[in-house]
């Protein structure tokens, strides 16, 4: 940590979005894929901020990533669209359809988007967060290749498969959960290698799928709920997988390219996600609806904590990290620092 | 178990429906009610079974549930309803809003129905597997009332807060999950003090919110995920919350009556569901949707497992029981027997 770069959020930006354009992505892909880093980096997630710039690039350089899509949205009934993304970077794509979704939603209640041919979209709770400050209770959900066992399963079949779920909460950030469907990400098996450290139980499996706490030995994630309960976690996994390439035309997560353990950068990945946009006012109405939200937080923020603990909401980390951030700057690896020229 | 007495379905099921009449219940409320109970009874789902008529019967003549209830049903868009359940039995209101919220997403791609006012709803998948049969992906949702700590937490906060998807598979019986959001229901901590058995590690806490692992000293329930990972658990339990209760206009679960361990049963709990449809037909389309679902269970199914497992998809374990039941009947405890007069 001692080696990390504070970079202000300005010219963090204002790098990255130069490095994407350098690398051939187009104004507004560029600007969708940097809005997206600079959340996950602000809140305090980097495994998804601006550290996969040099990611995108290369992605976008080998052919796999179109720089220049041209998206299609088929609309296919009041609350439904198809979104063909063209193979462009995943974030455009992303941020689209929940607009989308956002819209048919203003006029409907309830809409959804499918979004298939596209790529990586980084932090999900990005998208989720932009359909909250339309107003609007809003999911998004993206398959990912396969690094997740199945429970008792011994090899890698779901990918880490996100759910990000935001509601607007009056007078402040919104409530936002963005959870992987595994305990953790394959990151963190790569990291505590080096580190030396024990991974917690029931989270990772060596190649014969027997759960193990020693890195190197990972070769794969379990589901969340570990050894015993698993289960859950598989079943959310396939949710994502249902929602985001079943009912998408996506490919199937184990049969999906591999994002960074492969030589093919030239092949397109055509990955899925899912967005849903949910407007309160159609449902309880936006005065109940904020009276309740406001309840809720203010009782689940009040509540009785164990000894040394503090209850929180999903969300409450991370804005917590953003104001901080704020202060401070944004700390970028080294790595990173020099491809961004920070 | 070898108390329990084996009772075929059809007699299971008249004599589920007529101690509902019995005990208030109109037609519709006992029709529906039976229903799900038989839906779970017959998967081996026997905690929400039904051994819970008798609970039911109990709540209609205490008039915490009214047996003649008014549903009303409030259109407040082409894709979103709010269905006021008139204090009845929740099965009726989740079944109404299941069936409602297919029949306009067939015309709209997407529908969503919020219910409030309603009672205890037993299980979800009852409501998922109604809306699979329809053909549509399916997802039902219910709050309850709080046996849940949050993550860190020493207070029953959520309720076990159950997610329930159904999708439907050609030839066969739907994918279809079922889970609470906490590691285990609360029941089984009162199932292993009878049994003198130790739980599994991070499902249950103390009054003080320490984890205990002895079901005498358990006091609530740790979310999904537990001591490492119950953020996401209790993320996912928030989700039903605000899907189900704050969205709809129904009491908080830490509001809430409780559903047992009180003396009042008189006043009725208002308590809230969500139903969500997506018709694939909008999407990928149904027969690309056919294809892909197929696909992904034969390769799900036939993925490798590690050395004494199994590998299955949501669903599988419960259609092979209900297949299993057909055949020898349905076991049913003495004290339901005896109420039942089977």
Request: with cysteine.
């Amino acid at each position: 940590m001692s080696e990390m770069i504070l970079v202000r959020e300005p010219a963090l930006e204002a790098a990255t979005f130069a490095a994407l354009r350098e690398g051939g992505a187009d104004e507004r892909s560029a600007g969708a894929a940097t809005r997206a880093m600079m959340h996950a980096s602000r809140i305090g997630v980097d495994s998804h901020g601006v550290r996969l710039t040099a990611h995108y690039v290369k992605a976008l350089q080998g052919s796999r990533i179109n720089g220049a899509p041209n998206m299609e949205v088929r609309r296919t009934a009041a609350s439904s669209a198809v979104l063909d993304a063209d193979d462009g970077l995943g974030h455009a794509a992303a941020y689209e359809g929940m607009k989308l979704a956002c819209a048919m939603a203003k006029d409907t209640g309830v809409a959804a988007v499918g979004i298939l041919r596209s790529s990586h979209y980084g932090a999900g709770g990005a998208y989720a967060l932009a359909g909250a400050e339309e107003g609007m209770i809003s999911l998004s959900m993206t398959q990912s290749d396969a690094v997740v066992a199945l429970h008792g399963g011994a090899e890698r079949f779901h990918g880490t498969n996100p759910i990000a779920v935001g509601a607007p909460v009056p007078g402040e950030r919104p409530w936002l959960l963005d959870m992987a469907t595994s305990s953790i990400p394959f990151n963190r098996v790569l990291l505590y290698r080096t580190l030396g450290k024990t991974l917690s139980d029931g989270v990772a499996a060596d190649a014969s799928g027997q759960p193990t706490t020693d890195p190197n030995a990972a070769d794969m994630l379990m589901p969340l709920g570990g050894v015993d309960f698993g289960f859950k976690g598989a079943g959310l996994a396939g949710l994502v997988t249902l929602f985001s390439s079943i009912l998408t035309g996506s490919t199937l997560d184990h049969l999906v390219i591999r994002m960074a353990e492969t030589d093919d950068f030239q092949t397109p990945r055509n990955l899925g996600h899912f967005c849903l946009a949910i407007d309160p006012d159609r449902f309880v109405g936006r005065q109940f609806y904020e009276t309740a939200i406001m309840r809720y937080l203010v009782d689940l923020r009040s509540s009785v904590a164990r000894t040394g603990e503090t209850v929180m909401a999903p969300g409450d980390r991370e804005w917590a990290v953003e104001q901080e951030r704020q202060r401070t700057g944004i700390p970028v690896d080294p790595e990173t620092a020099r491809f961004l020229r920070v």
